[in-house]
Structure formats: structure tokens, C-alpha cells
């Protein structure tokens, strides 16, 4: 997968709801070109190319962020200001997919310019569902800036 | 200053105590320098020295003296500027030579400061509780304050980290029977579903205690509802989401006081219960309406749908109570005790009657005033 083409960037701490994410995606093949990073601090070095990172092309920026909110290291929220904050990222439309429906996480998260904000349905059919809309959406239906 | 002639049986008997132990200090102080002797206190002494059969000022220095003695630290204040102003006035029956008068005016002011003092030490003693009183419920606000934090950490842990297995139970058993679903006879997906059908029961319960919990701990903003335009905003709202078929039968409201958000969850879970529990196969009939009370007002819901036994309807409002089984109606018992805990929070009461197939009515009252 060359990592300077990436489409699709899932920042989702706990592997099983990553699986889950990335098999309802798959079926709608959108999964071609997805990175899967596991905390906000490898989510920071992946977009601005640094770290583990650092032999990626900058330029190649994602064009839909899956974002988690209770993340280890650096929290979604803080990923998301920091997305939101730099020129160079602050155009990629930022999907918060979490499991929290609280209305503080909700108000914060639009306070820092997210997209879309989706919480993650228990129930498999409907989790499956709404990953794959909000996919395709955002992937096929959605105009980017260009 | 608090001016509160309320007198209750207690204060009366401390008043009585501090006048008479006022009196008895007084007059021995009176007694002893009247009858043992001039005892040169301080400068006034030289007016006493010459009109002895006054009650001596002493006897007010020893008024102030008690009273600060009476654990009434402020209380001097007063007192002692009433004091002086006898004193003064004393001085000027004296100098333009009324004897007499100054004599009974003195006797006459001697008593009337001994009740005032009697009546101010008992005043700022009542202050002085009070602004404890205030002090201690502060502590407790804010000890409750601290434990309400605390339960929002835990309702959102609850709400957030519970899901997530939740979560993966249900999606990788469907995972199994879809990619193993060639390699599974009717019994492995029957288990299997099993497995999934309780993953969903769990996630509603934690639905449940979650919007329970939020009932408990969220400010109520109070403002005046109409009621009749609520029901019919509910009612409407359920009907988009329900295909059962559904009737309403709503007069014309009284308005009450409330926080709306959660007066509006009293009544989606009274009208979902009364679509919930019809006969299978008839239509919902639900009828809504209001009665005027005397500082408050009674509503009802009514429905005509399977009722319930009366014997259990102590079980009614229980935390998790049913009084069907699952099969029969799904649920987890916490609709009414949603009801309950807000109406509580309000002031109201809520009670239920109903028969076996005969409908059910909830009645709760809320306040028609501030």
C-alpha cells in the first residue's frame, strides 16, 4: 500500500471495533487504500510525516479521517484541534466515530470544527450500516475542495 | 437584625433565666455599694459619691459585664450604648435638680435595660446558630457537589467502556455464522443468536441505567409548560416511530411548572408503555387529561390496552419491576421508575390503578405554581 496515497485514515484505539470498521467498509470496498493507526500520537506522526513516519510524503493527505475520542497518548479531541488548527490538514473532513453520546463530547467536538460526529451503534447490523453509509458518503457522494 | 417576636417555650424559659440572673448580679452590686461603702470605680464614682440613692451606675457596668458573661460575646454593643445614654439622661434629671423623677426614671430604666439586654442576647444568639446553620449547608452542598461528580465519571465509564465489548460480542458472533455459516448447522446459529439476542438486552439496560442516572443528576430549569402541546408533540413523535396503530384522546390541558426536557421523558415513557402493552391485533387508544388541585395539578394517562393485576401494584414503580414476562412484552422495568424519580424531583406524587385486560391509568401530579 503506498502510503502517500492514503484515502481512508481509521484512528481507533480498540482492535475489535477496528476489525469490525474495516470489514463494514470492505464491503463496500473502500478499503483499499486505509491506514489503521491505534492511538492520536501515531494518528499526529502519520499526517504531518513524522516519526515512525517521517519518510512520507507530507503532500499525501488522507481524505477522510475516522476518528476515535478515548484514545491513550493523545486524545481524539486534541487530534481533531490539532487537525483543525493546521492549514496543511484542516480541509480533510474529520468523521468522529466513537461510543460515547454525550452531549459534552458532541458540543466540544463541533466547538473544533469536526464534520460529522456518529456514534458507534452496539448492535452489529446497525454498526455495519452506518460505517458503510458515512463511507460512502464521505468518500463517493461528498465533494472535497480540490 | 432579625425582628422576630416569635417566642417559643424555650427561648421564653432562657430569657427568664438570663433576666433574673441580670437582676440578682445587679442589685448585689447594688446592695453591697450602696450599704458597704462607696467603692471608687472610676471617675463616676464622684457623681455617685454624691447622689448615693440612685441605683448605681455600677449596676449598669454590671449588666454589661453579665451579658458579656452570657457567652454573648457582641451583645456589649448595644447595652452599652444604651448605658450611656442613661447615664446621660441621668445626669441631666440631676443637674437641673428633678430627684424624684431621676429616681423612678432611673428604677424604671434599670428594668427596661435588663429585658432589652434579655431580648438582644437572645436575638443574636438565634443569628449566631443560624449563620452556622448556613455554614454546615454549605459544606454539604458542596460535598454533594462533589459526589454528583463523581457519579457523572462513573455514568459516562459506564456509558462509553461497557459498550464496547458490548459491541464486539454482538459483531463477531454474526461474523462467525456469516463466514462460517457453511460449517454451522440450525442449532451452532441458534446458539449463536442466542449470544446476540442477550448482548442486545444488556446494551439496553445500560441505556437504561444511563438515562436514570441523567434523570437524578441533571439541573432542572423550571418554566411554565404547556402540556396539551407537549402530549400532542410526544404522541406525534412516537407515532413516526411506531407501525402500530394508534389513537389520541387529549382535552384541553391545564399548564404546569416543570423542566420541560424531562416532564417531555415522563410522558414518551407513559405513552410508549400505553402503545406497548394494547392488545395484540387492536389499536392504541390513549387518552390524556387533567384535573385542577389545590397547589397543584393531577394529569392522567389512560389506555384500554392488557392492564395489569392491582394485587402487584406496589411492584408498579420498581427499579427493573415487571410485571410481564419477556416474552410476552419486552422491556426492562425501568420506564416507570424513570417517571417516578422525575416527578419526585418535582414534588409530585404518581400512583397507578388498572385491570387485568381492562387498561391502565398513571396519574402524577405537578405543581401549578412557582
Redesign the interface.
Known amino acids: 500500500m503506498d502510503l502517500d496515497e492514503i484515502e481512508i485514515l481509521l484512528v481507533e484505539d ?1 482492535p ?2 477496528a476489525e ?1 470498521t474495516i ?1 463494514a467498509l470492505k464491503k463496500k470496498n473502500l478499503t483499499n487504500n486505509l491506514v489503521w493507526v491505534k492511538d492520536g500520537a501515531e494518528a499526529l506522526e502519520f499526517l504531518y510525516a513524522t516519526g515512525s513516519y517521517s519518510k512520507r510524503n507530507i503532500e499525501g493527505i488522507p481524505k477522510l479521517i475516522l476518528l476515535d475520542l ?1 484514545m491513550p497518548k493523545v486524545d481524539g479531541l486534541e487530534v481533531l484541534q490539532i487537525i483543525k488548527k493546521d492549514e496543511r490538514t484542516k480541509k480533510i473532513p474529520v468523521v468522529i466515530l ?5 452531549d459534552k463530547d458532541i458540543v466540544e467536538s463541533y466547538k473544533l470544527g469536526v464534520n460529522s460526529y456518529v456514534s ?6 446497525e ?1 455495519t450500516e452506518a460505517v458503510s453509509t458515512l463511507g460512502l458518503y464521505w468518500m463517493l457522494l461528498n465533494k472535497p475542495p480540490e | 437584625m432579625l425582628v422576630n417576636f416569635k417566642i417559643n417555650l424555650q427561648e421564653r424559659g432562657r430569657i427568664v433565666a438570663i433576666v433574673l440572673t441580670l437582676v440578682l448580679f445587679s442589685f448585689l452590686t447594688y446592695y453591697f455599694q450602696f450599704h458597704l461603702g462607696k467603692i471608687p470605680i472610676s471617675s463616676l464614682s464622684s457623681l455617685y459619691l454624691q447622689n448615693p440613692s440612685h441605683p448605681s451606675y455600677l449596676s449598669y457596668i454590671s449588666i454589661i459585664l453579665t451579658s458579656v458573661w452570657w457567652k454573648k460575646k457582641r451583645i456589649w454593643f448595644a447595652p452599652a450604648f444604651l448605658t450611656i445614654l442613661l447615664i446621660f439622661i441621668q445626669l441631666l434629671f440631676v443637674t437641673f435638680g428633678f430627684k424624684r423623677y431621676s429616681d423612678y426614671f432611673s428604677l424604671v430604666m434599670f428594668i427596661f435595660v435588663i429585658v432589652i439586654v434579655a431580648f438582644l442576647g437572645e436575638r443574636i444568639e438565634k443569628v449566631k446558630s443560624l449563620s452556622d446553620l448556613n455554614e454546615k449547608l454549605d459544606k454539604e452542598k458542596s460535598k454533594l457537589e462533589d459526589a454528583n461528580k463523581e457519579l457523572d465519571a462513573f455514568a459516562y465509564s459506564v456509558s462509553h467502556d461497557l459498550r464496547v465489548p458490548l459491541r464486539a460480542i454482538d459483531g463477531f458472533s454474526r461474523i462467525l455464522i456469516e463466514d462460517y455459516e457453511n460449517k454451522l448447522d440450525e442449532e451452532g446459529k441458534r446458539l449463536i443468536n442466542i449470544v446476540r439476542g442477550n448482548t442486545m438486552k444488556m446494551g439496553q439496560l445500560i441505556d437504561d441505567i444511563l438515562q436514570l442516572s441523567r434523570v437524578g443528576r441533571q439541573e432542572m430549569r423550571i418554566s411554565e409548560i404547556n402540556m396539551e402541546a407537549l402530549v400532542k408533540n410526544v404522541y406525534k413523535e412516537l407515532k413516526l416511530s411506531n407501525n402500530k396503530n394508534m389513537q389520541l384522546k387529549v382535552e384541553s390541558l391545564l399548564p404546569a411548572y416543570g423542566d420541560r426536557i424531562l416532564i417531555q421523558q415522563i410522558l414518551i415513557n407513559l405513552l410508549s408503555n400505553s402503545i406497548k402493552f394494547t392488545k395484540p391485533g387492536e389499536t392504541a387508544v390513549i387518552e390524556v387529561g387533567s384535573k385542577q388541585g389545590h397547589d397543584e395539578n393531577i394529569y392522567y394517562v389512560m389506555d384500554r390496552g392488557v392492564g395489569f393485576n392491582m394485587e402487584y401494584v406496589n411492584k408498579l414503580f420498581g427499579l427493573f419491576q415487571r410485571l410481564h414476562s419477556q416474552e410476552e412484552f419486552e422491556g426492562t422495568g425501568v420506564g416507570l421508575s424513570i417517571v417516578q424519580r422525575i416527578i419526585k424531583r418535582h414534588g409530585g406524587r404518581v400512583w397507578g390503578e388498572g385491570k387485568v385486560d381492562g387498561g391502565a391509568t398513571i396519574y402524577f401530579t405537578l405543581p401549578n405554581e412557582l
Open positions: 480498540n475489535t471495533d469490525l470489514r478515548r466513537t461510543s460515547s453520546k454525550e458507534k451503534p452496539v448492535e452489529f447490523d454498526f
